[in-house]
């Protein structure tokens, strides 16, 4: 991409001046996991305390009587859950753990009249207190799913640590019961019934105790979440989608993924003077872009820094997918955070295109030989197809999809055929079939999104998959040849991951390194699409633009990969509700202003 970075002094807005401030949360979070373990081991072996830990062990609750012992399993539990939030500085996790050590306290004077549990108890609220302005990150989206997620979760934790429980006083039980026996009374003291192990003295009232602390605590979480205020993750309004557009009419050509910026499922936030703008969606805590700023160049610095504010606001960990060289200098100069190739884009002037010469010979073969087969293809804009003929279209791209989740983040639009986006390219292929399926003569579809007034890119591929192999192929050359009676000059297709490292591995003279990234590359393709993406974006001779990823820090990356890997669709925590229970969503009205690229 071309373009003319705004001079102007270096601004880092995200990293401050002396201690990093995530450095305190960081330690407490791991002293309250710390102390979490240790006061589960307290409550749950009763031999613990007289180890040499014993200084370590006395936390928070820690009497080891029926009900104290139940009090410190419990209490651990909550710190456990607790730390994680404490680490991302949420209000939330602050309160409750502020809340939960002086009764902690309390509980250790109160049953063990022990003053070094006090103590401890209180040297780990004391930085709480005095950096509670540490802990000021808003709630994360969230949903009732939640709820269910932390039933199965909890309820799996419990059941282990009830085995252990029940498990930890072998010199009191009595006789010797089965595995069986041992989950049934895990089970049932999680309801608060007597099951059938037994043990000697006080100890069947500390399991039935301890169990029952953790079926209550099951319980009333899960509870809690099913009930408590929904926090909706953000969505593009109307009014964010009309502003876009006109960023986009200004400003659209800079960006070859600029109108994926009007995906429903993305939030926005604009520079203070409404010029440019910058799209995300939160995935496990992480605050996702993707492509450029929306808009003027000069008002990029203004988005950007809105969105650091904002994630910064929320403690999530920001992140940006695929811009380009343009858009990573600018991100990098304006937050300090790294940037790192991703890919390449493979990007085919129309001008320049043609299947003569040896190197299309394949593509020519393909095609030639698609068409004598009796397939012919058309290719037009969204607004020019008949009603009927393009809820047809929609119907077989969505029951040619292949998953029960539309993929794509941040190079698919997610839908096809709304009354905004007539500007839409869609290119189709049909055969005459004695007998028509239920799409009629439709084999192939192709959906391209504009790029400025003069380009357009690859949204989606989809094909009946008793076609002819070769349809994607067939459709691109269609589209590419029919690109000049519709001023159309350049056309972006499929992006492609590592291109660089599986061209260059592949070449004489590679070194072991080299060869042995590439090795790897190709062995992930069984399962993602890696090498055959860019062997089928080669096919057509395109030139290859570099894409990058932008993130804070190198041990951010994992987690940023696995939440882009949710974003686009290739890993679902949450289960998607039946078809038949899902909530159709109406097409918006048309605006004022008029899947990744994923085989």
């Not at 040499?52 to 609750?61: G, I, S």
């Amino acid at each position: 991409m071309s373009g003319v970075v705004p001079a102007g002094p270096t601004r880092v807005r995200w990293l401050p001046r002396g201690p990093r401030p995530e450095n305190v949360p960081l330690l407490v979070g791991r002293a309250c996991a710390l102390v979490g373990l240790l006061d589960i081991a307290a409550g749950v072996f009763p031999r613990f305390r007289h180890s040499r830990m014993h200084a370590l062990a006395e936390v928070l609750p820690g009497s080891f009587g029926p009900f104290a012992a139940a009090l410190s399993l419990s209490a651990g539990v909550l710190l456990l859950l607790l730390a994680h939030g404490l680490r991302r500085r949420k209000r939330r996790a602050w309160r409750a753990a502020v809340a939960l050590l002086p009764l902690g306290a309390l509980a250790q004077f109160g049953y063990r009249h022990s003053v070094l549990g006090v103590l401890i108890s209180l040297a780990l609220l004391a930085p709480l207190l005095r950096h509670r302005d540490q802990f000021a990150a808003l709630p994360d989206p969230r949903s009732r799913w939640r709820a269910l997620a932390n039933f199965v979760l909890m309820g799996a934790g419990s059941l282990a640590l009830g085995l252990l429980v029940v498990n930890a006083h072998p010199h009191r039980m009595i006789g010797s019961p089965s595995l069986a026996d041992r989950l049934t009374h895990v089970l049932y003291g999680l309801f608060g019934v007597e099951g059938p192990v037994h043990y000697a003295g006080n100890t069947s009232w500390t399991v039935a105790f301890s169990l029952g602390a953790l079926g209550l605590l099951t319980a009333v979480t899960t509870i809690y979440l099913a009930f408590r205020p929904e926090h909706p993750a953000a969505r593009l309004t109307e009014e964010d989608e009309v502003r876009l557009r006109a960023l986009l009419a200004r400003h659209g050509g800079r960006d070859s993924l600029g109108h994926f910026a009007l995906r429903r499922d993305k939030a926005v936030v604009f520079s203070p003077s409404g010029k440019a703008a910058v799209t995300y969606r939160v995935v496990s805590g992480v605050m996702l872009a993707s492509g450029d700023p929306i808009g003027d160049v000069e008002a990029w610095p203004g988005a950007i820094e809105r969105f650091m504010d904002e994630a910064r606001a929320h403690s999530w960990t920001p992140a940006v997918m695929g811009c380009s060289e343009t858009g990573g200098e600018v991100w990098t100069r304006e937050t300090g955070l790294d940037a790192l190739e991703l890919g390449d884009e493979a990007v085919v002037d129309v001008a320049d295109f043609s299947l003569a010469g040896r190197a299309m010979r394949n593509v020519r073969q393909m095609v030639k030989r698609i068409e004598r087969a009796g397939y012919e293809t058309r290719v037009r804009r969204v607004a020019d197809l008949p009603d009927a003929e393009l809820d047809r279209v929609r119907r077989a791209a969505d029951a040619w999809r292949g998953t029960d989740t539309e993929r794509g983040f941040s190079m698919a639009l997610g839908r096809v055929g709304d009354p905004a986006d007539g500007d839409c390219l869609i290119a189709t292929a049909h055969k005459q079939d004695a007998e028509p399926g239920a799409y009629g003569d439709l084999k192939a579809v192709l959906h391209f999104v504009p790029w400025g007034t003069d380009g357009v890119s690859l949204d989606l591929m989809r094909r009946d998959r008793a076609a002819d192999p070769g349809m994607n192929e067939l459709l691109i050359v269609a589209a590419l040849q029919a690109a000049p009676r519709l001023g159309i000059t350049r056309v972006s297709l499929n992006f492609a991951m590592f291109r660089a490292a599986l061209a260059r591995g592949e070449k004489i003279g590679a070194g072991p390194v080299l060869r042995a990234w590439r090795g790897l590359l190709v062995f992930l393709s069984r399962w993602f699409q890696i090498e055959s993406l860019y062997k089928f974006n080669a096919k057509f001779r395109p030139r290859w633009e570099p894409r990058f990823v932008v993130y804070r820090s190198s041990s951010d990356l994992p987690r940023i990969g696995f939440a882009a890997m949710q974003a686009e669709g290739f890993v679902t925590l949450t289960p998607p509700l039946p078809r038949a229970l899902r909530r159709p969503t109406p097409p918006r009205r048309p605006c004022a202003h008029g899947d990744a690229h994923a085989t």
